[in-house]
């Protein structure tokens, strides 16, 4: 009897089909271990692998069958990346925890639609050739992810395929062409190639198993050798950032800055301290404290640090401003609040102000009105402030530009590409990630904003609350990180650049061309004709049978 491997079990084969719990149960297997590579190590290796696996099996399954593998593989990555979202909510949202882990189940059940979606697509293709699968698979698994991060209102690109791939210097530098969106049809290809390598067929098995062989061989020299050739970046300046380390708070009381004025007192203390860097740049992050210039307390302190550091101070804010309501058929001038922010000169004059454009759905803002009463009986601390409308860009002495982005802002590529576009020289993201503790979500967010510097060949200033706090040159070094949980300063090195990358030029091109290509594949599908049903065809037969079917 001739020897089987593993994955003949995973396939219909002659006398009986392969049981459909067989397959779930390796496609929620496979889910669940691609989080490794998000998680705890790091290990980037299950992203290369995970994906191959959820491919084989739902070539031959029954449609419904794949879409609910493509379905459990998302459904229990999210459940086992994304824990953290529980646990925010419900020690910082006003939820109970039950609450919270419905919040979840709901997002990994959007995500496990969407997987699912992608796979009864390779499906389909896989009845016409497996080949025809494969080769279309790193398409699709691209459209299907610009497709998560363009969701209406709650689009959530976050932990992306493309990400562990990054964690490689020489690898990272792709994204100054295509975005992330390369390093995810990068790692999805070779998935494919993994999955064709194994389908199926005694044909050639030795020339399969080289190819893949040979592909594996080219990716480790690149990622391992050309991480030397990586230019290093030199830096002219300092930013002097400090990091507040407040508690997280959901409401401040009146008597706020009484209370705390020690703690004020100590971050003067870090802001102005002597360094033989000579800082030319003050940051502080986005923080859990009400800091507005609407409070004398704040406006007057902010004002005088400037002055005494004798140069520009970026903070964030809550930015308090008169908008019309248009609700009424009689308009008028309503309070609004934005998370905010301020850039202040050496003179103590407020002259630049970023309105957060991305807000956080369910966090900062209700996203669909039709739910009001829904969310408001969840938690009383959700919405609250207003879009900001303009990816605006300030200016520092020496005619020099910036772009600021906030929190969440820093997982949407296509966004964050536009202060570069309008002519950004320096990116600075500032940033509470103290709602998440100590769980993989900080180190996952500084992962996601490494990537925007490289995408755009920018230095980035991150400043947070409590940790990640870095520097990022434009080739995606990390520099002068601070410890979490500790309040504490760093010179972070920085510089301008005012090149301009292929991405920051045409932004999303490559997935736009998943999405076009995949379109093209699945519609092909519908077209009447003879199904080709081998595993596995060799080159002249594939073309053969492609010509038949059509």
């Not at 089987?4 to 149960?25: D, I, Q, S």
């Not at 979840?104 to 969407?114: K, S, Y």
């Not at 400043?463 to 070094?477: E, K, L, Q, W």
Request: hydrophobic share 45%; aromatic share 14%.
């Amino acid at each position: 009897m001739a020897e089987r491997n593993w994955t003949y079990y995973l396939r219909p084969h002659p006398g009986a089909e392969t049981p459909a719990v067989f397959r779930l149960t390796y496609a929620a297997v496979s889910g669940a271990a691609l989080s490794l590579s998000y998680t705890g190590f790091y290990l980037s290796l299950y992203s290369w692998l995970c994906i191959g696996i959820l491919l084989i099996v739902i070539f031959d399954a029954r449609p419904r069958v794949a879409f609910a593998c493509g379905f459990v593989h998302a459904f229990f990555f999210c459940l086992t990346s994304l824990p953290w979202i529980a646990t925010v909510l419900a020690l910082h949202g006003g939820l109970s925890r039950a609450e919270g882990w419905g919040i979840l189940l709901l997002i990994a059940a959007v995500w496990g639609i969407l997987t699912g979606s992608f796979a009864w697509c390779v499906q389909r293709l896989a009845q016409r050739s497996v080949l025809l699968a494969c080769a279309g698979a790193p398409f699709l698994w691209v459209a299907f992810e610009f497709a998560r991060a363009h969701l209406p209102e709650i689009g959530f690109p976050w932990n992306l395929l493309g990400y562990p791939a990054s964690n490689n210097l020489a690898l990272l530098q792709v994204t100054t062409v295509t975005g992330i969106y390369g390093l995810s049809f990068l790692v999805a290809t070779f998935n494919a190639l993994l999955a064709w390598a194994d389908a199926g067929s005694l044909r050639a098995p030795i020339r399969r198993i080289a190819i893949l062989a040979g592909a594996a061989a080219l990716i480790s020299v690149v990622s391992f050798g050309g991480e030397y050739l990586v230019p290093q970046a030199s830096a002219h300046h300092y930013a002097r950032a400090v990091q507040p380390n407040f508690p997280e708070a959901l409401e401040y009381p009146p008597d706020w800055f009484q209370t705390h004025i020690a703690d004020l007192d100590e971050m003067e203390r870090l802001s102005l301290g002597t360094s033989d860097r000579q800082p030319d740049l003050l940051l502080w992050p986005e923080a859990p404290a009400p800091f507005s210039f609407e409070y004398p307390q704040f406006a007057q302190r902010a004002s005088s640090l400037a002055v005494r550091f004798h140069n520009p101070f970026v903070v964030g804010v809550i930015e308090l401003k008169q908008v019309t309501d248009e609700s009424h058929s009689n308009s008028h001038a309503v309070p609004a609040q934005y998370n905010s922010a301020v850039l202040v000169d050496a003179h103590g004059q407020d002259v630049f102000t970023y309105d957060k454009v991305h807000l956080v759905p369910f966090g900062e803002y209700e996203p669909f009105p039709l739910i009001h009463s829904l969310v408001a009986s969840l938690s009383s601390e959700v919405g609250g402030f207003r879009k900001g409308t303009n990816y605006a860009v300030g200016q520092l002495p020496g005619g020099f530009k910036f772009g600021t982005f906030i929190c969440y802002e820093a997982i949407f590529p296509g966004e964050v590409r536009r202060f570069a576009a309008k002519g950004a020289q320096l990116f600075i993201n500032i940033s509470n990630d103290g709602w998440f503790g100590r769980s993989a979500a900080p180190e996952q967010h500084l992962r996601m904003a490494r990537v925007r510097a490289v995408e755009n060949r920018r230095w980035l200033l991150r400043v947070t609350n409590n940790g990640y706090t870095a520097s990022i040159d434009p080739y995606g070094r990390i520099l002068s990180p601070l410890p979490p949980d500790l309040r504490s300063a760093a010179d972070l090195p920085y510089d301008f650049r005012t090149d301009e990358t292929i991405y920051t030029r045409f932004g999303d091109w490559l997935a736009w061309l998943c999405v076009i290509v995949s379109v093209i594949l699945l519609a092909s599908t519908f077209k009447k004709g003879n199904i080709v049903r081998e595993e596995l065809l060799v080159p002249s037969e594939i073309s053969r049978s492609l010509v038949t079917s059509s």
